[in-house]
């Protein structure tokens, strides 16, 4: 059977990308799991559309040829019941537009637009096939809602240019507006346009307020809608909306930050205090409607408290060269926790309180401060207004900015300053305490979550969630589950973080699910397994205090603000709350989201490698593994740290573990050079030289690995990374690396065998496999892979040649046979029969020419 299905429960993109596939593939029946979503139902039943589909509990298919995937690349997300019929001979064929890592036998088309379907249309545009306007017009609702009307991030103009195509052929416009979710009549669309033609913008004493104005014969119905609609889809702070009647100027205003008082302008219908207001003018122009409402802008504006109003003055600094004990010694005394570091009268980065005391407590009292503070600070001019404050101060998540004022700091505002002023992103910062573990970004993503988890994840989050408010626990998922959720990858490290007792938690579950417990009371944390080999590990938000560099923490509770700055970098520091009244609300206190869509790695704070300096290699395993950048200052303490033999204080196991965990990485040989370049593959390798030799051959082993492993096993990978690195150590150094990572005793012997195998490979130049084979005693993959690397891509299709004959070859006569049948005796001369039997085998004897072969040998022994 051939089938054309999607992913569990199709939307509306999969439902139509499936029906075009199969103008595509007529041969192909259409087969879904799961429901299909009410609105695309209801689409359904309103159109005349000619479509045969089935669901997969109406089918018996016991074998499938051929499978047409739509809208995943990821064969995991299919009904199950296929699935588990896909054979080696189903040809598979996928259709994608998410980003996505694709193994390298995948057919199919992949592409980074907005909608699967418009990936499908443009196919079907190429090939010229038709389409009716019911189709045209499912297309394109399809395009609509999966690109969010076009202003989804994901949206490219080749979406654009598929949905106007799909309407010259006959899609229906009235029809999109009801099945997009974007209600709005053709008249209500017109009237958005014409705004959009009649917007500008305007400074009001530096803040930004838009003003669009159009035209019409009078109030049409619905007018908020259409503001509603331009203000989302503009996605400004402050709007103005002046519509000009032939009787009256009509006024809605619109600001996300300011109380606007409105009360002194005429006509005002309905007074939301700035969130929403409606009024008039009577006998006047726009131009005088315009300027009227900029005044009373100003009037709001000024009441606004200025940066200068709230700073604080003067600002007591430190210098450069000053000790980090001296420092911490004035923070205690004056409880100032930020202070700037000055350099030759010039600001080169402010000094925090808990990297301070992180330095003193890491035996790092008599560093200068300008090694440990922070060299990234945020600036501003005394008249700005609290809000541009607030804005830079969450955007760049810092606790302070520097007042400057003609190059002179005059002043400093921290974040409590922030939270103390009656101005504030009330949305953003909590103005109701001073504790800054309340200040955080907040984003509702549980649409995402349902969109990008499988069903049964999801399901198993939200009953978390229901866990943590049954016990009035506040209930996270954390880690790299939300980064990836993010980035729109798949994965199951299920870390789950609550703020109260963890085991608790974990022993309340159990009442409801059938899974064993593991405690890990140290930590504060247990592993929850389900029979279905689901793992989840719930921990109690807690912090870790280092008492030394580089040894394993010691935790105690904490908040979930604590609980995420103690991880790594920021990308893996963001948490999703799952409690049944916020579930899906993506937390992020560090400018962790900011980071992710720049593609930014980041440290948390200065002294992030010294605490734990296998966050080296982590850093450039997650640099290379999502195409990332370390940012430039997280690049310098991670050079100093390697340099300054932190990791030398690491033990060998945790070390061998993340250098493991980077092999297998998709592209190990970019990090192994990364990590060239700060200096650490020699910290990690005695003596060792990352030289274009080196680099060559490591080049070498990654290419032909996987297809060597198919004819003589899997490698040690680690183990022949270090046969590389180390082929030009002593013994000595080898001796260290044995020691220091817990490799075999005879890893030397193996190492200088090796060494000595290869050398008279490439000395010797073999052409024939026996050639090969007398050269070569092993067959241990480590040393294969070793030897193969030092080949260029002639002999190593030789060589490659050679292991396949030698994995393919079995001799049928044996020393027995010699012995009974050719009459030898039991000796040397045995051995060596059989050596020169399998040598010639291996250049192509034919097994039913062994006893010939054997003959015309003991009579060519004869005759000696």
């Known amino acids: 059977m051939k089938v054309i299905t999607t992913h569990r429960n199709p939307d509306f993109d999969a439902f139509a990308s499936a029906v075009a596939a199969q103008k595509l593939y007529p041969d192909h029946i259409i087969v879904f799991g799961g429901q299909l979503v009410p609105a695309l139902k209801s689409f359904l039943s309103s159109k005349s559309l000619l479509l045969s589909f089935y669901y997969i509990n109406e089918l018996k298919i016991s074998d499938l040829s051929s499978v047409v995937i739509v809208d995943t690349s990821d064969i995991k997300r299919i009904p199950s019941s296929l699935q588990r019929i896909i054979g080696k001979n189903t040809e598979l064929r996928f259709f994608d537009h998410h980003r996505t890592s694709l193994s390298g036998n995948q057919i199919g088309v992949f592409r980074e637009l907005g909608s699967c379907t418009t990936l499908l249309c443009n196919q079907l545009r190429k090939k010229k096939k038709e389409i009716s306007r019911n189709e045209a017009t499912l297309f394109a609702t399809a395009i609509y809602r999966e690109t969010g009307n076009f202003t989804h991030a994901s949206t490219k103009a080749q979406d654009l240019r598929t949905a106007a195509w799909l309407i010259d052929i006959g899609a229906q416009p009235d029809d999109l507006g009801v099945y997009s979710g974007y209600r709005l009549s053709s008249a209500q ?25 159009a035209k019409r014969d009078s109030l049409p119905g619905g007018f908020s809608l259409v503001v509603e609609k331009l203000w989302s889809f503009l996605g400004v702070e402050n709007l103005v909306v002046l519509l000009e009647t032939k009787s009256r100027v009509y006024f809605t205003m619109r600001s996300r930050y300011m109380s606007l008082d409105t009360a002194k302008l005429e006509g005002v219908l309905r007074n939301g205090g700035g969130s929403y207001t409606l009024g008039y003018f009577e006998a006047c122009s726009v131009e005088d409607a315009e300027e009227r409402i900029i005044r009373n802008f100003e009037d709001n504006i000024d009441r606004l408290i200025k ?20 420092v911490f010694k004035i923070m205690h005394r004056t409880g100032h926790h930020t202070l700037p570091v000055v350099d030759h009268e010039k600001i080169v980065g402010v000094s925090k309180y808990r990297n301070v005391e992180k330095a003193v407590r890491h035996g ?6 300008i090694e440990v503070m922070d060299r990234f600070f945020v600036t501003a001019s005394a008249d700005d207004s609290v809000q541009s404050a607030t804005d830079k101060m969450v955007e760049n998540d810092t606790t302070a900015i520097l007042i400057i004022d003609n190059g002179i700091l005059i002043g400093i505002v921290t974040r409590t300053d922030l939270l103390k002023s009656a101005f504030g992103r009330k949305r953003i910062i909590d103005p109701g305490g001073n504790d800054s573990d309340q200040s955080y970004s907040k984003f509702p993503i549980e649409d995402l979550i349902e969109e990008r988890v499988e069903k049964r994840i999801v399901t198993m989050l939200r009953f978390l969630g ?26 199951l490290d299920l870390d789950v973080v609550v703020e109260g007792n963890a085991n608790a938690f974990a022993e309340t579950f159990k009442k409801y699910f059938n899974i064993k417990i593991v405690e890990h009371r140290e930590f504060l944390a247990s592993s929850m397994f389900f029979n279905d080999g689901l793992r989840i590990d719930v921990a109690t938000a807690r912090t870790e205090y280092y008492k030394k560099p580089a040894m394993l923490p010691e935790v105690e509770m904490s908040t979930i603000k604590k609980d995420l700055y103690r991880r790594d970098f920021s990308i893996n520091a963001m948490a999703v709350k799952l409690n049944q009244e916020e579930f899906g609300i993506l937390i992020d206190f560090f400018g962790s989201r900011r980071d992710l869509s720049k593609g930014v790695i980041r440290a948390l704070h200065p002294l992030s490698f010294i605490e734990d300096p296998t966050r080296i290699l982590r850093a450039v395993r997650f640099e290379q593994r999502f195409g990332f950048e370390i940012e430039v200052r997280t690049a310098e303490l991670l050079k100093q740290c390697a340099a300054e033999g932190y990791l030398d204080r690491v033990t060998g196991q945790r070390l061998r573990d993340e250098l493991i965990k980077t092999l297998y990485e998709p592209l190990p040989l970019k990090a192994l050079r990364r990590l060239s370049g700060f200096g650490v593959t020699e910290k990690l390798f005695p003596q060792s030289k990352f030289d274009r030799e080196t680099d060559i051959m490591l080049y070498r082993y990654f290419c032909r690995r996987d297809r060597n492993a198919s004819i003589i096993g899997e490698d040690k990978i680690f183990y022949t990374l270090l046969m590389i690195m180390l082929r030009n150590s002593d013994n000595e150094a080898v001796e260290w690396c044995i020691e220091r990572y817990g490799l075999t005793r005879n890893f030397l012997d193996r190492l200088t065998d090796a060494i000595d195998t ?4 490439v000395n010797e ?9 007398v050269l070569l005693r092993t067959r241990k993959p480590e040393t294969l892979n070793f030897i193969d690397s030092h080949l260029d891509n002639d002999y190593d299709l030789l060589f490659f040649s050679y ?17 009974e049948k050719y009459g030898m005796k039991e000796g040397p001369e045995i051995r060596e029969a059989l050596d020169r039997l399998f040598c010639a085998r291996l250049d192509g004897l034919a097994e039913e020419e062994e006893d010939e072969f054997v003959r015309k040998y003991l009579k060519g022994r004869g005759s000696k």
């Open 803 to 819: 292991l396949k004959r030698l994995s393919e070859t079995r001799l049928t006569i044996d020393g027995n046979a010699l012995i």
């Open 758 to 761: 290869a050398g008279r490979i």
């Open 466 to 491: 229901a866990v943590g408010s049954e016990l009035n626990m506040p209930t996270y998922i954390v880690g790299g589950f939300v980064r990836d959720l993010l980035l729109n990858k798949q994965n």
């Open 364 to 369: 790092l009292a008599t560093r200068r401060i």
């Open 307 to 326: 940066v200068r109003e709230i700073m604080s003055s003067p600002v007591r600094t430190v210098l450069a060269e000053m000790k980090v004990e001296d």
């Open 765 to 773: 130049k073999p052409k024939t496999p026996s050639q090969f084979h």
């Open 189 to 213: 669309q017109r009237l958005v346009e014409s705004l959009i033609l009649g917007l500008k913008s305007k400074l009001v004493r530096g803040v930004e307020v838009n003003i669009a104005t």
